[in-house]
């Protein structure tokens, strides 16, 4: 008899729905997950493999015994679930009365066994799991011969199966189903699902949110937590949110993690970090961090000069970001980065000095960013550097550049320098760890992003396509160093909304942006002045430091270098142009008569003179 099934996963009620009409079926995906039931007749849910649950759901639609091989141990196994350890194996015995219960199969034999469970004369109402299918053959394009011949035989057997009478409660026939656990859809040959409407595939979805939520009450129940505590809602919630994308089985295992560590359903936060990151401690909690930030505000405005604009609305990003509030109007937002920074404006500001900036103030003065030159994964096939070849190709083996180094230390500044040079599927990459704070790499493995800060930088805005030239062969200037902050930042976004609205097509990259884009000005003459007086200190030190020979500079001289580094035409290209003059108008030179002068160390030289010749420039040493 049938009796009414407990609460069941979506995928085993379009199973158990569809036994009238399919002899076989391919369950994909999320197969070794823990799945949440409610067993008939039971008050309470409880978390249990597929296996049983499989179980649990065809006994309540009358069936007697769910057989189960292994291709890696080769052994049958009747599952004690059902109508009880006996009469399912009873069950069993009776519809294979010849069965080798306590020895390994070959494939071959395999094949008397599934004719006996689903053929004509089969005397019970069972169903067939095979479980591990995508071990059966490493190659499922190229099965060996007796691979081969047995998914031929199983291929014909969805045809050939005819379904039984029902059992009564249930009227028609059933199918005594073949069910295939795979993890992946296309793990069997091709001709077992195409144009087979025999063979159903069903796909094992990851937990969404509602199903984590009941998943949370169950395991924070299990740590203490009663319905009745005033913060029992907020804590379910908040454990649902931090684990989106893991398991219920995932779930479960930080409950372990939290009991072992001696702690109750408080302590599910700390250990949802340990199981994803393996770290006991987070640098993103405790006040060291914003003592650190306090400090270095000033620091950090010495070291990007002239972009105080631009300073100030990072450090609010970040004060945001440790305090835990980066997309806090979300509904759900704790997966997400702890923070995002998109740097637009002209080269050679100071971004990339900023996003250096950020990482040792963040996690100290050692901590360099993580950095990418996006113009090296301009072609589509690129994002396998950063994610990993798919299993099969070349360097699969290695991993990813990105989530292998994230994996190692989760903590920590990543810098994509030049954006808009990327391939627009490796964009896409993007969108996912902006929106969810996790990618899956080559090798399927989950990496998690929300303890990064990402910061994207682009020259978008400056060079604009000239309307007048057809599409993308000229640029013509879009802004200046004469334009003032206001005018330079209207022209920056507008110029980076087209460009990912109407280039790209990618609206939702640009929403997950939002207003954490941070426009940075062209340097002033008095900022190029600041520069050069740095820059030119550097290269003094740097003399006395590596030959040891003290240099000094005759006022005239520092005059005239002065006058050609902060000029209309090195504005244009920032600070990078005051160290590009400096190389050519000053150290070229210098090098040049130290050299042919043949100073010594622990000599003194003094720039008396500079002249240019023929395009050549000199100094005069004294």
Request: aromatic letters at 6%.
């Amino acid at each position: 008899m049938t009796r009414p099934p407990g609460e069941m996963p979506h995928f085993v009620r379009e199973l158990c729905a569809t036994l009238p009409v399919h002899a076989q079926y391919i369950l994909h995906g999320n197969i070794r997950d823990r799945f949440l039931i409610t067993p008939a007749g039971a008050r309470s849910p409880v978390l249990i493999p597929i296996i049983p649950t499989l179980c649990e759901a065809l006994y309540a639609h009358g069936y007697e015994c769910v057989i189960v091989f292994d291709p890696i141990d080769r052994l049958l196994t009747v599952p004690p679930f059902g109508g009880g350890p006996e009469a399912t194996r009873k069950a069993a015995e009776d519809l294979l009365p010849s069965a080798k219960w306590d020895r390994r199969h070959t494939l071959a034999e395999l094949e008397a066994v599934l004719t006996a469970v689903t053929g004509r004369g089969a005397r019970r109402r069972a169903a067939f799991v095979m479980d591990y299918a995508s071990r059966i053959t490493g190659a499922p394009a190229h099965p060996q011969r007796e691979e081969q011949q047995f998914f031929r035989f199983a291929e014909k057997l969805s045809q050939t199966a005819e379904p039984l009478t029902g059992p009564p409660g249930r009227p028609g026939r059933l199918f005594n189903p073949v069910i295939w656990l795979v993890d992946g859809e296309r793990d069997l040959p091709a001709g077992m699902v195409m144009g087979n409407e025999r063979v159903r595939s069903i796909g094992v979805p990851l937990p969404d949110l509602e199903l984590r939520l009941r998943a949370a009450a169950l395991e924070a129940s299990l740590l203490g937590l009663s319905a009745d505590d005033r913060e029992a809602g907020e804590v379910v919630r908040h454990y649902a949110e931090q684990t989106d994308g893991m398991t219920l089985r995932a779930m479960q295992e930080v409950r372990t993690l939290t009991k072992d560590r001696g702690a109750d359903y408080t302590g599910l936060a700390d250990a949802i970090r340990v199981y994803k990151f393996g770290v006991e401690n987070n640098p993103w909690h405790g006040d060291h961090l914003r003592d650190m930030i306090r400090q270095g505000e000033q620091e950090i405005v010495h070291r990007v000069m002239g972009q105080e604009q631009a300073v100030t609305k990072t450090l609010d990003i970040l004060k945001r970001a440790v305090l835990g509030l980066s997309g806090a109007q979300a509904t759900s937002s704790a997966t997400r980065p702890r923070g995002t920074l998109f740097f637009a404006g002209p080269t050679g500001v100071g971004k990339t000095e900023l996003a250096k900036a950020i990482a040792a103030l963040l996690f100290g003065t050692r901590s360099e960013p993580l950095r990418f030159d996006m113009s090296e994964f301009s072609a589509e096939q690129a994002a396998d550097r950063l994610i990993g070849a798919p299993p099969g190709y070349v360097g699969y083996e290695a991993g990813g550049e990105l989530t292998g180094a994230v994996r190692r230390n989760p903590f920590r500044v990543i810098l994509f320098d030049e954006i808009e040079k990327a391939h627009p599927r490796i964009l896409d990459k993007f969108l996912q760890i902006l929106e969810d704070g996790r990618l899956t790499d080559g090798q399927g493995v989950t990496t998690y992003f929300s303890e990064c800060v990402l910061v994207f930088t682009s020259n978008l805005g400056i060079m604009v396509p000239d309307p007048d030239a057809p599409a993308g062969r000229h640029k013509v200037r879009n802004a200046s160093p004469e334009d003032d902050y206001p005018t330079l930042t209207v022209k920056v976004l507008e110029a980076v909304k087209r460009h990912f609205l109407e280039e790209l097509g990618r609206p939702e990259l640009l929403n997950r942006f939002g207003d954490n884009i941070v426009v940075f000005r062209y340097i002033d003459q008095d900022t190029a002045g600041k520069i050069f007086e740095l820059q030119l200190g550097n290269i003094v030190r740097r003399v006395l430091d590596t030959q040891h020979i003290t240099v000094t500079i005759d006022g005239a001289v520092r005059d005239h270098l002065r006058a050609r580094c902060t000029g209309p035409e090195t504005l244009e290209n920032g600070g990078r142009g005051v160290g590009t003059v400096l190389e050519s108008r000053f150290v070229n030179p210098l090098a040049r008569a130290l050299f042919d002068g043949d100073a010594r160390a622990g000599s003194a030289v003094h720039v008396a003179g500079i002249r240019e010749h023929a395009g050549t420039v000199s100094l005069e040493l004294r």
